[in-house]
């Protein structure tokens, strides 16, 4: 679980409030109640009906205003097609009007140069900020693949240099997204390669962006400017029920430790970056670069070479050893001179008294799944996606296969609904915050699971999925990897490509469908490093409909990877756990596996055999710590959250298994 803040608008707060509007259709559905009508504009709009937004032009006029204060041009700006823009502009439409939140339509039609244009020879203002302090600039630069539009603000004179709330800059945004383009751009109109947000405990700055992408080229002309490389990220992001975040101090260094590009790490540290400088937790770029499971061996002798301390000891009382032993990588452990541990001896002593059968063990794994969903939401606060949507999605499988399985997460996700309702604005205006796109692409997970009808929260989400597509087709985190569930872009691209192919908007049909080829041939084409890696491959794959013919290799491949306990591990030089074979099992079953098949009926095996007397799995903590500790209710102390991910996830693992019961 991670919750990382920008200044006093936490991601948690943003993300409750777009959960308000997503749960609230969830809720629905499972209740079998019909959502609210939607409001007659939007839904001509959203289904591009322009018959039908003709009759309410003509009967209401084009400016009327819905709930948040939101003109058609707005929504159709956002949602709707380029025949429904024009055809509120030509009836009259006020291209200036703003919503509550300040936004208006230019600044949300950033995806579509055409209407961008079109509202700029009507009069749109560029110098319209928001509520946020975001302009149709900085919002465009927030974004992937803008170059045009930017070009057009930049002509009409939008301000290069604006900064938002937070002191995010148009160059800090486009930096942080990994736009070189759009970057270049406003260098070359005199944009400050020294800005600083002073708001934001991660990117603070165009070089830490630059950095965090591994663009060599942005890297090499901001540092022509002669930024201060030892700039810091905000030390204290915010506060949780339990106590402040432990994010922030970050380095251009760290963010770079990441990206996998050993050059800009030798760039940062020629041009005088602190190579030993720690994080808000004592954390040094060295630890930043072994803590994952997509380790650069060049990154980390790079380091190394220019003298980083290995013997450096966290605020947490580890040093880079400890997390070299705890991924167990021989590429990394041959750079610190230390053995692996064999993964087979690696395993804690089965459980005796396990269940004899999948049923009971997916039944008596419930109680404390529930348990945690709601501890996680009254004594940490918030929804993770280790917790509620996994443990959800769990007990619908369970349900549809007959099993008495009480629906988990009611309690917080009814909490969540009284939340705030502002954060689709936010998202409408792709604004940047740690833990994003990760932990709401699970909520969307979930509702799809759910058959949870769209709503204007999963459209302004989707629009905001939309702005953080990479040209290459895949989705990328802000701040730290999180081992396994946040590390790499596997998850987040399958994931996305699950949100688009259920909640795209039917105005922009084509749109989508190409967005999703592109997501799954960037996904058919990466070689997978870890499980997840595998296992969310498959999904993606699917879920984008691509052939099984195209995809059978990697399953083979999966298969091939199984122990002789039965289980699968999370990479291969781990033991096998719940986490990773729940996941496999799974995605085998989504991809037409028997129950009845051999590999199937072991990996059950190997989960009814490990589960724990309480009806958990125990599973070992790989990630950086963020959240401050607090008990949710699920067992394992520190390993709790992952834990409740992997008894989510044998859970449903367990229920394919069903069919041979």
């Excluded at 796109?437 to 769209?454: E, I």
Aim: overall charge neutral; charged content about 20%; some cysteine.
């Amino acid at each position: 679980m991670t919750t990382t803040f920008v200044g006093r608008t936490t991601y948690m707060q943003l993300k409750r409030a777009l959960i308000a509007g997503l749960v609230f259709a969830t809720v629905l559905s499972v209740t079998a109640q019909g959502p609210p009508a939607p409001d007659p504009f939007y839904r001509a709009i959203r289904e591009d009906d322009l018959t039908a937004l003709r009759a309410l032009v003509a009967e209401r006029g084009p400016n009327v205003k819905d709930a948040v204060g939101q003109t058609p041009l707005i929504v159709a700006s956002a949602f709707g097609s380029r025949t429904a823009v024009a055809l509120l502009v030509d009836a009259g439409a006020d291209v200036r009007a703003a919503n509550n939140a300040g936004v208006t339509a230019l600044h949300v039609a950033s995806a579509d140069p055409a209407v961008v244009r079109q509202l700029l020879e009507r009069g749109a203002d560029v110098h319209a900020r928001t509520v946020l302090g975001r302009t149709p600039l900085l919002v465009a630069s927030s974004a992937q693949g803008t170059g045009d539009v930017v070009s057009m603000l930049l002509d009409k004179g939008a301000d290069v240099n604006v900064a938002d709330n937070l002191g995010v800059t148009p160059l800090i945004a486009a930096a942080t997204i990994g736009d070189t383009r759009v970057a270049r751009l406003l260098l070359s109109h005199d944009a400050d390669a020294n800005a600083r947000a002073e708001g934001m405990g991660s990117t603070a700055t165009p070089l830490m962006g630059a950095a965090r992408n591994g663009d060599v080229e942005l890297t090499r002309l901001l540092l022509a400017k002669k930024p201060d490389v030892n700039v810091v990220s905000r030390d204290e992001t915010g506060l949780v029920k339990n106590g402040p975040v432990a994010f922030g101090s970050v380095t251009a260094l760290h963010m770079a430790a990441l990206s996998g590009s050993s050059d800009v790490v030798k760039m940062l540290i020629d041009a005088g970056a602190h190579i030993d400088a720690g994080d808000i937790r004592g954390m040094t770029a060295l630890m930043w670069a072994v803590a994952t499971d997509r380790p650069e061996p060049r990154v980390i002798r790079t380091l190394l070479e220019k003298g980083a301390d290995s013997s450096i000891i966290s605020k947490a009382g580890e040093n880079v050893r400890d997390w070299v032993r705890k991924f167990n990588n021989p590429l990394v452990l041959r750079e610190f001179q230390l053995l692996p541990t064999h993964p087979e001896v690696a395993r804690t002593a089965l459980d005796s008294g396990a269940p004899a059968s999948a049923r009971k063990a997916v039944e008596r794994s419930m109680p404390l799944l529930r348990t945690g969903s709601r501890g996680t939401m009254t004594e940490g606060g918030c929804i993770a996606c280790h917790a509620q949507p996994l443990t959800t999605i769990a007990a619908e499988l369970a349900n549809r296969h007959g099993w008495r399985v009480e629906t988990s997460g009611a309690d917080a996700l009814l909490q969540a609904m009284q939340s705030q309702r502002g954060g689709v604005q936010t998202f409408l205006q792709g604004r940047e915050a740690g833990a994003l796109p990760d932990g709401v692409l699970y909520d969307l997970w979930m509702m799809a699971s759910l058959h949870a009808p769209s709503t204007p929260a999963t459209d302004g989400l989707v629009s905001y999925l939309v702005a953080k597509q990479h040209a290459e087709g895949n989705w990328k985190g802000q701040g730290a990897t999180r081992a396994p569930m946040q590390d790499g872009d596997f998850s987040r691209t399958a994931l996305a490509i699950r949100a688009l192919v259920e909640y795209g908007t039917p105005a922009r049909k084509a749109e989508f469908a190409a967005r999703v080829a592109r997501a799954a041939a960037w996904l058919e084409s990466q070689t997978p490093l870890s499980t997840e890696d595998r296992v969310m491959q498959l999904l993606g794959l699917k879920w984008a409909r691509v052939p099984s013919s195209a995809i059978e290799s990697r399953r083979r491949e999966l298969l091939a990877a199984q122990l002789s306990t039965g289980g699968w591990a999370q990479t291969p030089y781990l033991a096998g756990d719940a986490y990773a074979t729940g996941q496999v099992l799974y995605a085998l079953s989504e991809l037409g596996a028997r129950a009845s098949d051999s590999p199937i009926q072991r990996g059950a095996a190997f989960l009814v055999r490990t589960q724990g007397d309480d009806g958990t799995w125990d599973v070992k903590s790989r990630a950086m710590k963020i959240q401050p500790y607090f008990e949710s209710g699920f067992p394992h102390g520190h390993d709790q959250w992952i834990s409740q991910a992997g008894t989510a996830w044998a859970a449903m693992g367990l229920v394919v298994t069903a069919g041979a019961e």
